[in-house]
């Protein structure tokens, strides 16, 4: 099963596989951080396409992930999902967390993607504590690909050194 899941560390935006999962705000219309990156590289016909979605379904609630065409990215698609901001751990963040990996990895699924590539959502202006952001990001995949056989390949993309350990441990005591 651990071969289905790899530990990349660079630019989300600079991968080639079929879907890379945005971490978005609500409103979909772009942002800070990965988001930024993610819609710069990809140029306006993504945001075109988020906007399109906002006015057919509103803002996306955190938890929940639409999918939309991935402009001039080397993938084919973007998942969008909006993971919960750290309020102290009270306010449901873990389920939420949850929720954003499997209804993230339920539309590759559905639209028959091989390859998918994670950045790590909440992490960084929501202010999920990374540990424990990265424990939940690999259990729900892991557990999601042991009833799925498709996506073939889950890629969890670290952009810095620490979620880069983190993850590689995580990998090598599961493997
Ligand atoms: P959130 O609002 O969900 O916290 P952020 O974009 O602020 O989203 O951060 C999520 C994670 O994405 C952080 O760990 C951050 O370091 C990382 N990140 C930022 N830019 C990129 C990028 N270009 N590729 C991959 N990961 C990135």
């Not at 202006?125 to 889950?154: C, K, M, W």
């Amino acid at each position: 099963m651990q071969s289905r899941i790899q530990i990349v560390q660079g630019d989300i935006t600079t991968i080639s596989v079929d879907a890379i999962v945005n971490a978005a705000n609500p409103s979909l219309l772009g942002g800070g951080g990965v988001d930024g990156a993610i819609h710069r590289a990809a140029g306006p016909a993504l945001l075109a396409a988020c906007k399109k979605v906002r006015q057919q379904q509103g803002e996306c609630a955190p938890g929940h992930a639409v999918i939309t065409e991935a402009g001039d990215l080397p993938a084919k698609a973007v998942v969008h999902t909006v993971g919960p901001v750290w309020r102290g751990g009270e306010a449901q963040e873990e389920r939420l967390l949850q929720d954003a990996y499997r209804n993230s990895l339920q539309l590759v699924t559905d639209n028959g993607y091989r390859s998918v590539a994670f950045p790590a959502i909440s992490t960084g202006i929501y202010g999920y504590p990374r540990a424990a952001a990265a424990l939940i990001a690999f259990n729900t995949v892991s557990d999601y690909l042991t009833t799925h056989s498709l996506p073939e390949q889950v890629y969890f993309v670290c952009y810095d050194d620490e979620n880069t350990r983190l993850y590689q441990r995580l990998l090598a005591q599961h493997a």
